[in-house]
């Protein structure tokens, strides 16, 4: 027995019908009916006499009802109760973006799990200097970044979070869009870009610049761009959660797989946040 069983109870007890209960109650006559019948059969007595005349509780299901009742208002009373005393503790944690990402849903598992509430700040300049300086000045409590050596050299932590495979991103019309994955040689000769410039983030794409002589240049992430580099003939190299949403461009991956990290970039004294956290939801890994 549950509570929407229990209300469902109470409120056709009160109102005498079941067609007149299934309006209030927002369902069907026969769901609810079938709902007395799973109670009755619990409990082990009738709750209700039904007859033409009408629908009308039995001894038993009178004295039920009015135990129930005062049970059931103050089941309610109490979650109420908590609720306050839950949203009263609610800490905002505001995390700096730059665009939105496949960690929305350890977002909201933290969320669902936890006392906190993220707020989600994207970037009004797509800048390192930016962003960096609103986490030292405290308008963020985290930066959703790569792993990368500046952030080091700058005194903050990183903690990755997600763990994906990098893939190519191209027009189905692209001489390379019906393999089942692309090895590294394959895209000698090609146009490629990526979303960065050449930093720790993407140190194994410009090691294949320097070993197989790549056309490999940093272009800032964004969807209409691309789609035109790719409507052009060109290659995107992008994350493999973040390609998913270009179809019908064709996504495919990289082999051998070449590991891409999303993870948080905080102040020292950030740790214990981050680690209640960490408590609410697990990392992701692909």
């Known amino acids: 027995m549950n509570t929407v069983q229990i209300k469902n109870f109470l409120v056709i007890a009160e109102i005498g019908s079941?067609?007149?209960?299934?309006?209030?109650?927002?369902?069907?006559?026969?769901a609810l009916k079938?709902?007395?019948?799973?109670?009755?059969?619990e409990l082990e007595f009738p709750l209700f006499v039904r007859s033409t005349k009408g629908l009308y509780l039995t001894k038993a299901g009178q004295v039920f009802y009015d135990k129930v009742k005062d049970m059931y208002q103050s089941y309610l009373d109490t979650v109420t109760e908590c609720k306050k005393i839950y949203f009263s503790n609610t800490r905002d944690i505001r995390i700096g973006m730059y665009s939105i990402t496949e960690m929305l849903?350890?977002?909201m598992d933290v969320e669902r799990n936890s006392h906190f509430k993220i707020q989600q700040i994207l970037s009004t300049a797509n800048t390192h200097e930016y962003n960096f300086r609103m986490l030292m000045d405290g308008s963020i409590d985290f930066l959703e970044y790569e792993d990368n050596e500046q952030l080091y050299r700058r005194g903050f932590c990183y903690t990755k979070i997600i763990e994906d495979d990098l893939c190519c991103i191209m027009s189905p019309n692209h001489q390379l869009a019906d393999y089942k994955v692309i090895h590294p040689e394959e895209l000698c000769g090609y146009q490629i870009f990526c979303w960065t410039a050449k930093?720790?983030?993407?140190?194994?794409?410009?090691?294949?610049?320097?070993?197989?002589?790549?056309?490999l240049k940093g272009l800032p992430y964004s969807v209409e761009t691309i789609l035109n580099v790719c409507n052009e003939?060109?290659?995107?190299?992008?994350?493999?959660?973040?390609?998913?949403?270009?179809?019908?461009l064709r996504v495919i991956p990289i082999a051998p797989r070449i590991p891409y990290c999303r993870g948080l970039v905080y102040k020292?004294?950030?740790?214990?946040?981050?680690?209640e956290m960490l408590q609410a939801a697990k990392p992701k890994r692909s």
Do not use: C
């Open 18 to 30: 079941f067609t007149k209960a299934e309006e209030t109650l927002n369902t069907t006559k026969t």
């Open 268 to 275: 020292p004294e950030k740790e214990g946040l981050l680690q």
């Open 105 to 107: 849903n350890w977002y």
């Open 199 to 215: 930093s720790s983030a993407t140190r194994a794409l410009f090691g294949y610049v320097d070993k197989l002589g790549w056309n």
């Open 233 to 248: 003939g060109n290659i995107y190299i992008l994350s493999r959660n973040s390609a998913a949403m270009f179809h019908p």
């Open 34 to 41: 079938k709902q007395i019948d799973t109670m009755e059969l």
